[in-house]
């Protein structure tokens, strides 16, 4: 029987402005569960943004300054919720800033590029381990018409963001005219599974995906619909 396997690297440091995420990434996956040709590995957004220096200071009265500084465009506002679009082109919450899981007095702001933070965790990752590992930056958004949150894709390298099955046919032969899968999402919300929102496990490998995924990919190519495709703008 195949099949995926959601695997969570615990006693990871830390992070800290500055520090070598493939290092810390590499050393606390150690030989178990260690990591092999072929895995995916999901980091958080967070503790990418503390190894690349985007805390910054906060305070209740200095976040709608903050979020309207890293915003292109708000979208809709109730009341301290603002529902912006950043520089990446994602439609999020308060434009990617969060004070949870940080120091008392910080906040989070987004990596300014995602998709070059997985890059550089996979080429990291391939020069201390000697592994083609994928390896995909998630962040926490909600959904439009739905209550909840989930893990999505912000960043992407060796993994793809969207599998293509328009030409393809299903299960009856009828043939997909207009099916396009965000794997790198369905990833990242199967690795927050194992992560948690408060075991301080910021990252997490998926063992056993179609090797067909394994190629370049950029979330931001991929995924963020263009205004011109986009019905709602």
Same mark, same amino acid.
């Given at each position: ?14 992070? /800290? =402005? ?8 590499? !050393?606390? *996956? #150690?030989? @178990?569960? +260690?990591?092999?040709?072929? %895995? ?41 919720l ?17 004070s ?8 989070a ?6 998709? /070059? =933070?997985?890059?550089?965790?996979r080429?990291?990752?391939? !020069?201390? *381990? #000697?592994? @083609?590992? +994928?390896?995909?930056?998630? %962040? ?12 999505v ?6 993994v ?49 995906v179609?090797?067909?995924?394994l190629?370049?990919s ?8 263009? !205004? ?6």
């Open positions: 029987m195949t099949g995926v396997q959601l695997l969570p690297v615990t006693g990871m440091p830390e992070v /800290r =402005s500055g520090d070598v995420l493939a290092a810390l990434v590499a !050393a606390a *996956a #150690g030989d @178990e569960p +260690g990591l092999r040709d072929g %895995d995916v590995v999901v980091v958080t957004q967070k503790v990418v943004s503390k190894a690349e220096g985007r805390m910054v200071p906060a305070d209740p009265a200095s976040v709608r300054h903050l979020v309207e500084a890293e915003a292109v465009r708000v979208l809709r506002r109730r009341g301290e603002l529902i912006t679009e950043t520089r990446h082109g994602f439609v999020c919450a308060n434009a990617g800033v969060d949870s899981n940080v120091d008392r007095g910080h906040a702001l987004l990596p300014v590029d995602p998709d /070059r =933070s997985a890059r550089r965790i080429d990291g990752l391939r !020069a201390r *381990a #000697g592994v @083609e590992v +994928g390896v995909i930056v998630s %962040d926490t958004f909600g959904r439009a018409w739905r209550r909840g949150v989930t893990d894709a912000i960043g992407c390298a060796g793809a963001a969207v599998v293509d099955l328009r030409g393809t046919t299903d299960a009856s032969g009828r043939r997909l005219e207009v099916t396009e899968v965000a794997v790198a999402d369905e990833l990242a919300a199967a690795a927050e599974l194992v992560m948690g929102k408060a075991s301080s496990v910021p990252v997490a490998i998926v063992r056993g179609d090797r067909s995924w190629r370049e950029s979330v931001r190519a991929e995924i963020v619909r263009p !205004a011109g495709e986009d019905l709602f703008r």
